[in-house]
Structure formats: C-alpha cells, structure tokens
C-alpha cells in the first residue's frame, strides 16, 4: 500500500507533489531544493551551504518515514553548474560515510527558484 509522506521539518512541496511515497518497503524522495523549512525561504546562493540545506531536508523526511541516510540506496544530484560538482561531493562525504548509496549527478539548465542543487533519493528497509 502507496504511503504519503509528509514533514514541516521540510520544506513543503513547491508544486503538485509528495516529499516523499513508500510503498513496499521502499521511499522515494522527491527532489529536495535548498529551502530553509523555518523560514520558506532559499538559503544563501553557495553550493556548501545549499547541499548542506538538501540533505538536511532528505534527512528531515528520512526520519519521518523511519529510514535514515543509511538506508539510502540511491541519489540522484541535479547541479545547475558542473564547476560545483567538487564542492558538493565534500558535503555529500559528510552525510553519507560507510557504504555510499549508487548516485549519479548532471549539470541542467535550470533549477525550482534559482536553486544550484536538487536532490533526490531512494531508500529501503
């Protein structure tokens, strides 16, 4: 059975969309922006500080749904600029240590609200 995942410790969703769904032992992600979920607002235009914002988001749902950044078997990074990519992989080694989730990571050409960085996960029980 298809459960809605739902948090204030993270931002609400900025269109038609959950955070997050589990079903059959699964949690899906939606791509997390980096919006401060106290003030509704996006954090400041730096990759640290913007990654930090992301996985502290994903982490926020990981929580409510029972599943933690270990759990996490998958990611999948959306970077406005690729020249941020070296910058973010020292935030993403913060949070995800021991066996790191499979990812992948491309540059776009936009990103939600002007946003440098958009991340999804998938994780399991």
Not at 47 to 69: D, M, R, W
Request: aromatic share 8%; proline share 6%.
């Amino acid at each position: 059975m298809k459960q809605i995942i739902q948090t204030s410790n993270a931002p609400a969703a900025v269109g038609p969309y959950s955070q997050a769904v589990e079903v059959n032992g699964m949690l899906f992600i939606s791509g997390q922006v980096p919006i401060n979920p106290e003030s509704g607002e996006l954090v400041q235009p730096d990759i640290v500080l913007q990654t930090q914002q992301v996985l502290e988001n994903i982490g926020a749902i990981l929580e409510k749904a029972g599943y933690s950044y270990a759990s996490v078997v998958k990611t999948t990074c959306l970077l406005s600029d690729m020249e941020n990519f070296k910058a973010m992989n020292g935030v993403y080694a913060t949070f995800f240590t021991g066996q790191q989730p499979a990812r992948a990571a491309f540059a776009v050409k936009g990103l939600p609200l002007g946003a440098l960085i958009e991340i999804e996960a998938i994780a399991i029980k």
